[in-house]
């Protein structure tokens, strides 16, 4: 039996039902069903409820904790899930965490600090997991070098850069990176919308430097006056960081200022972002339910919210009958 003729399933552990639904419809099939079970202890269990011995097997489950469940637990099922899916005979299973817990921690930056995103790593190789597909991680030379196993990273450009030509609405377009350690991912988004639309985009980036909490740094390079800034980030948490580079895009003439990211955490303090006023809006994507729960709750104008679903569809399309992965991203992997 050739890769392309196994039978394909794809899993949605709670948490990510919604995306899950959402990548089943692209593919045309149904979530296959499974059994998530906790116990009064803490404990849990969860199994498929269907056979998937000799099958292609995709689990989708993003590991940002929330109320409901912590980092650790999501990814403890996840891990679990992948382990049973194995120990029932599939052929290969695939870890779909569009947001992948622990991708911060990937160096020691004191002494004796722990390497947690290659100690993730090995978890997931440990329970005979076949490959990892994540989406804007952190530091993507980081996840490459952790992982054994084959690492599928997806990126938002491509969903992103129609987006940017209609905020800008005719703006000069300037994309702006919050910190150091975010230029490289700004300049693949400039570089990306040249390319796709066949106008030049401006660049700056703003230093920041973080210890013990305390955030700073006053150096602005690059050109704002009179353009739409595009401030670009993996992930969004408290908001601070992109609020910061706002505010310093308005002073320097900015006329509009939009904030793009990959994942919504949005944690304690991010309702500043929306009540500042440096913000026109807030683009995010549906990788972590979180962004859906908080423009539910604060019904929030600035907040949109466009789907990654399309994306991961196609990679689970083209990774299940043996197709490009570089095409689908333009040669970028």
């Known amino acids: 039996m050739t890769k392309g003729d196994r039978p394909l399933h794809l899993f949605a552990l709670a948490g990510s039902e919604v995306l899950g639904s959402a990548v089943a419809r692209c593919l045309g099939i149904e979530l296959s069903p499974c059994e998530e079970r906790a116990f009064e202890d803490g404990e849990h269990k969860s199994r498929p409820m269907v056979s998937i011995r000799g099958a292609d097997v995709h689990v989708l489950l993003s590991l940002a904790g929330g109320s409901d469940a912590s980092a650790n ?8 899930f992948i ?15 569009p947001y992948l817990a622990y991708s911060r921690k990937d160096r020691q930056t004191k ?15 440990a329970v005979g997991t076949s490959r990892i597909v994540t989406l804007d991680v952190h530091n993507l030379s980081a996840f490459q070098n952790a992982f054994r196993c084959e690492s599928i990273h997806l990126d938002t450009r491509g969903i992103f850069v129609p987006l940017i030509s209609e905020l800008a609405g005719g703006l000069p377009v300037s994309i702006v ?29 703003c230093e920041k430097r973080r210890s013990r909490g305390i955030v700073t740094g006053e150096l602005f390079a690059g050109d704002v006056d009179g353009a739409a800034a595009v401030i670009v980030d993996d992930m969004i948490s408290s908001g601070g960081t992109v609020l910061r580079a706002a505010r310093a895009c308005r002073q320097r003439g900015a006329n509009a200022v939009f904030a793009f990211a990959a994942h ?19 683009v995010v994507t549906d990788s972590v339910e979180a962004a859906i729960r908080y423009k539910a709750d ?36």
């Open 73 to 80: 637990d999501r990814l403890c099922r996840l891990l679990f």
């Open 83 to 97: 382990a049973a899916c194995r120990e029932n005979g599939a052929a290969c299973v695939t870890a779909i965490a």
């Open 111 to 125: 002494a004796r600090d722990p390497v947690t995103t290659r100690y993730v790593a090995q978890l997931f190789e």
């Open 177 to 205: 990176s919050p910190d150091g350690g975010g230029i490289k991912r700004a300049q693949l988004l400039k570089e990306t919308f040249e390319a796709e639309t066949g106008e030049a985009a401006g660049f700056a980036f």
């Open 264 to 282: 919504c955490l949005f944690g304690s303090g991010a309702q500043a972002l929306f009540e500042d006023g440096s913000l026109d809006q807030v």
């Open 298 to 333: 604060h019904g929030l104008d600035r907040l949109r919210i466009v789907s990654a679903a399309p994306l991961i569809a196609e990679a689970v399309k083209r990774l299940h009958a043996g197709g490009s992965i570089s095409e689908l991203l333009k040669g970028e992997t």
